[in-house]
């Protein structure tokens, strides 16, 4: 489905939920849409607010983090858009952001503190999750010794892979990939240690980073893309969890449960969603952000 909104402007990477635009020589137009995808495919359903949800989580916590961690954000403030931008304001405006052009980094930076997922799958063939070697007996969404980082290889035909932190050492050198695994922990630590407090348990959550020209001339490692959101990251109710099966989870589990009930071949075309699938999702997106911001209403 491409739904591009803003007139004869063509984005210049349309992704499964992103529209990203050039705005100059070294900015880019962030746009997070309604669409969803499952299984690798964009379905033919929006779930109305999704793109606020993941553009506001992320905003929250480029502010949180922004101590720990610099940011790609520019701004978000739709009425300091360029001129050419202001018809599409009421579009833009709670879904969008203008950020610093990024030289991305071509690693998925993964953490891990909970085992679920692609790594309960790992951990069950190998006793190790990307190579790292974990107690024995361990059950499904248990809590982990400690976090572990688990990249993956950016793969732009399908589900990332993932890879051995020598094949980071191998893809990007040995001092970055220290950084980023340093970083990706620290940054799930705080992040954890925050959703905690709101009830929430983070179990495990990708990242992205890349270089943008720092004023000294230099180039500095930011976390860019979204950060910390439902699409992004597997968060459970805390007062809910009990290891030793699969854990309910604020993201599109209402999407890919009934994709499994009428026994989709995941071949396209992808199916739409039953009016009460998508405000059971949407209901979902919109709890995870009212629980960690706060705040009870997106931007209008």
């Known amino acids: 489905m491409s739904e ?3 007139g004869d402007r063509k984005p210049v990477l349309s992704g499964k939920v992103r529209d990203l635009y050039e705005v100059g020589p070294d900015r880019l137009l962030f746009v997070a849409s309604d669409r969803i995808s499952a299984f690798d495919h964009i379905l033919g359903s929006t779930i109305p607010d999704k793109g606020k949800v993941l553009t506001q989580l992320s905003l929250f916590w480029f502010d949180t983090l922004r101590n720990l961690v610099p940011n790609h954000l520019v701004t978000a403030d739709v009425n300091s858009y360029p001129q050419d931008l202001q018809p599409y304001k009421n579009y833009l405006s709670g879904r969008s952001m203008i950020v610093h052009k990024a030289k991305m980094v071509q690693v998925e930076c993964v953490a891990r503190g909970f085992l679920s997922g692609s790594g309960w799958k790992d951990y069950k063939q190998t006793g190790a999750v990307c190579g790292i070697p974990l107690p024995s007996g361990l059950r499904e969404s248990d809590r982990l010794p400690q976090p572990i980082f688990t990249p993956a290889a950016k793969n732009h035909t399908g589900h990332d892979e993932n890879i051995g932190f020598d094949q ?11 950084r980023l695994r340093e970083l990706t922990l620290a940054i799930y630590s705080a992040a954890s240690q925050y959703a905690e407090t709101k009830g929430l348990i983070l179990a495990d959550t990708k990242f992205e980073f890349g270089f943008i020209p720092a004023e000294d001339g230099s180039e500095q490692l930011v976390l860019a893309d979204e950060v910390l959101t439902p699409d992004s990251s597997r968060y459970w109710l805390a007062e809910e969890y009990a290891p030793g099966g699969a854990q309910p989870s604020y993201d599109k589990q209402f999407v890919r449960d009934y994709l499994e009930s009428i026994q989709w071949d995941k071949n ?15 209901k979902k997106y919109l709890e995870a952000f009212t629980l960690l911001t706060g705040k009870a209403n997106l931007p209008q």
């Open 4 to 6: 591009h909104l803003l």
């Open 168 to 178: 980071v050492v191998n893809l990007v050198g040995g001092e970055l990939a220290e």
């Open 268 to 282: 396209p075309p992808a199916p739409s969603l039953p009016a009460e699938v998508i405000a059971e999702t949407r």
